[in-house]
């Protein structure tokens, strides 16, 4: 039941871009992402909802594909600052399940 | 930033002993969580409450129980730790469920030894 997240880590310089990609065997409600820094708590990014609903950051997009069970997280221009594990969340039916993360490291 | 602390925040039990873990919210919001995480896992959902005594079981709920009495505590109770309940724990609440964000506590780590 728990997504699959690809690549598991990436190693980006500033100002370049980055995809994280989420899929997941399941018939999906919602994708949720988030960021997490080491030894601190999740931080919401974005909730992509049926129906083309989204909510979230101003400069991350996302999209997600019902028909595929996938949703991708797009970091454009990356800072220093979006350096940090990456998690989906989905929800299927009345269950919260998270992927196992994607470590994106930002140098300059 | 949302108002949930987690209590304690660093705690070191034997195996066979009971645990509890208090999260607390100043949101007022319906919903309530607790996951674990662990290296290579990500976050697991153990239990989550939709309301005061209305609770439902995640995907790791095996050797955990929750108690809700009151809308800002949430209280998850390990009744008997085994070293395989060593990980961190984190609080999570949300407004609705399914499609709000849910918002973290700072976590609670605990090793059991």
């Known amino acids: 039941q728990q997504p699959v997240q690809s690549p598991q880590a990436v190693i980006l310089r500033e100002g370049e871009d980055a995809v994280i990609n989420c899929s997941s065997s399941?018939?999906?409600?919602?994708v949720h992402w988030y960021r997490q820094k080491h030894g601190e708590a999740p931080v919401f990014l974005m909730i992509?909802?049926?129906?083309?609903e989204q909510k979230g950051h101003e400069k991350i997009s996302a999209s997600f594909n019902e028909k595929k069970q996938q949703s991708s997280l797009y970091l454009t221009a990356s800072q220093l600052s979006y350096s940090g594990t990456y998690f989906c969340?989905?929800?299927?039916?009345?269950?919260?399940?998270f992927g196992t993360g994607t470590s994106l490291t930002v140098i300059p | 930033d949302a108002g949930i602390t987690q209590s304690p925040r660093h705690k070191v039990t034997e195996t066979g002993t009971p645990v509890t873990l208090r999260c607390h919210q100043t949101?007022?919001?319906?919903?309530m969580y607790w996951y674990r995480q662990d290296p290579g896992h990500g976050l697991r959902l153990i239990h989550y409450?939709?309301?005061?005594?209305?609770?439902d079981k995640g995907e790791v709920s095996d050797g955990y129980s929750v108690s809700r009495s009151k809308t800002e505590d949430f209280l998850l109770t390990l009744e008997s730790a085994t070293s395989s309940q060593t990980s961190v724990y984190f609080c999570a609440i949300s407004e609705m469920y399914r499609v709000e964000t849910q918002y973290f506590g700072p976590g609670t780590r605990l090793l059991v030894l």
């Open positions: 409450s939709y309301g005061v005594k209305d609770t």
């Open positions: 949101e007022n919001h319906r919903y």
């Open positions: 992509l909802l049926k129906g083309g």
């Open positions: 399941k018939a999906l409600y919602s």
């Open positions: 969340g989905t929800v299927t039916g009345n269950q919260f399940y």
